[in-house]
């Protein structure tokens, strides 16, 4: 493995080392979290527990400006947060929040951001995402949730599928058409939308790759007319991202968190296999399964390895968030070989790999999970869709 370390002043060890500090007391269960959103209401209770003590240390908003709720920190600090909280096995920040206050950061009024990031860098306030619709996925930009303007409030009507943990959340960014007559990509709004509305309606959705997603029925919702974030219309251009837009700005830098979970698992994996033992020798020994480890090595690494690219050249940049290209690719790779590899490690552990808990599951079950969530890998956009970005807007190859 190529031995890449960011931290390369005494500043930056110094760094590294208080965050490992924090997370032994802050994570004292030490419980792993390969995947942020599963329904054990335990965990969702220490979840929120932690990352609110992070909030409290201001290392939500590490990078934000000063001005609001952040500590103006680099890029490279953030990265070493993420690496270390991802190494230990906490979880992640809601990446749908920090998305949101990216958006407001750039787009909203000084007021909709002292309103809304505050509870973002606290970790008191959760947002959900209601882009999608039951026939606008990929093609978004055929969404049909209708914003209608009326005196000081708009009102919004129609209905949002696959709201990951929804349900959960006390706001939702939504994308809905304002411009009736609009067509495609014009004509449509980000509004900031408080879920107690009255006129919003949650279903659930359950995933058999774990967690929970929601449908959300919006019936004549009147949100206050300033729940608009960015120009009217405008969204599209303005707002556009997570599912394969634009990254947005330096303050949002983040670490690939999906793939720093595999390089976690990959040695986990490997260790696994050197402790567990078939036919009196370990795993390790076994020839099949040295060309299959080899095989997951070879793809985390050539990952590992385009992330850094990516990385590298947003550090240089001076921008934080990496171009359309590596982002994107990056993405496509990974969410190809996040299956891939789940199917592998599931062959190497045999069949009890299925086992979800008690004293038969291996790796407490870890392999059996990584595996069900791996099919959630079009959360944020399909790969093909991921491909099409990287070639139009990173390439400017025409459609
Ligand atoms: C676990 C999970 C969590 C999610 N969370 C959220 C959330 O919080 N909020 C939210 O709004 N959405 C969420 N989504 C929805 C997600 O963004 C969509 O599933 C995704 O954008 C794909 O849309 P779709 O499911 O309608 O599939 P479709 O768009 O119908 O795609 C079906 C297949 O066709 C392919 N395809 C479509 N168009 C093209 C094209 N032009 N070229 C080549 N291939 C194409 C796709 O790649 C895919 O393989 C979530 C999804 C999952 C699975």
């Given at each position: 493995m190529v031995d890449f370390c960011p931290d390369d002043t005494p500043e930056l060890k110094a760094w590294r080392l208080e965050v490992r500090e924090f997370l032994h007391e802050a994570w004292p269960s030490k419980r792993i979290f390969d995947y942020d959103y599963d329904e054990d209401p335990a965990g969702w209770e220490e979840y929120k527990a932690f990352w609110r003590a992070v909030g409290k240390k201001g290392w939500v908003a590490l990078t934000w400006p000063k001005e609001y709720y952040g500590q103006a920190r680099s890029t490279v600090e953030k990265w070493i947060l993420d690496e270390e909280f991802i190494a230990y096995g906490a979880p992640t920040y809601p990446v749908i929040g920090l998305a949101v206050a990216a958006a407001v950061l750039r787009h909203g009024t000084h007021e909709q951001r002292l309103r809304h990031l505050k509870g973002i860098a606290e970790a008191t306030t959760l947002w959900g995402e209601g882009y999608t619709e039951p026939s606008a996925g990929s093609d978004l930009a055929s969404l049909t949730t209708r914003a209608h303007r009326d005196g000081d409030h708009w009102v919004l009507n129609g209905q949002k599928t696959l709201g990951t943990a929804a349900h959960q959340c006390d706001w939702m960014f939504v994308l809905a058409r304002s411009d009736p007559n609009s067509v495609k990509h014009n004509g449509i709004s980000a509004f900031l939308v408080p879920l107690d509305t009255p006129g919003i309606q949650m279903l659930p959705l359950e995933n058999i790759g774990d967690g929970q997603q929601n449908q959300t029925f919006f019936e004549n919702a009147r949100i206050p007319a300033d729940c608009l974030v960015g120009d009217e219309g405008q969204a599209w251009n303005q707002i556009w991202f997570g599912i394969g837009g634009e990254q947005l700005d330096n303050a949002f830098a983040a670490q690939d968190t999906h793939l720093m979970r595999m390089v976690r698992m990959l040695a986990d994996t490997i260790s696994y296999c050197k402790e567990t033992k078939r036919g009196g020798a370990p795993l390790t020994e076994d020839p099949v399964i040295r060309v299959q480890l080899g095989e997951l090595m070879v793809g985390v690494e050539a990952l590992r390895l385009a992330a850094l690219d990516g990385y590298s050249k947003a550090a240089t940049s001076g921008k934080g968030g990496r171009g359309a290209l590596e982002s994107n690719l990056n993405a496509a790779f990974y969410k190809e070989f996040w299956p891939h590899y789940a199917q592998v490690a599931m062959e190497i552990v045999g069949?009890?790999?299925?086992?979800?808990?008690?004293?038969?599951?291996?790796?407490n079950g870890r392999f059996e999970k990584y595996f069900r969530t791996s099919f959630g890998n079009h959360a944020g956009g399909t790969s093909q869709l991921k491909r099409m970005v990287a070639a139009t807007r990173g390439l400017g190859l025409p459609r």
């Open positions: 069949p009890l790999a299925q086992i979800q808990g008690g004293k038969w599951a291996q790796l």
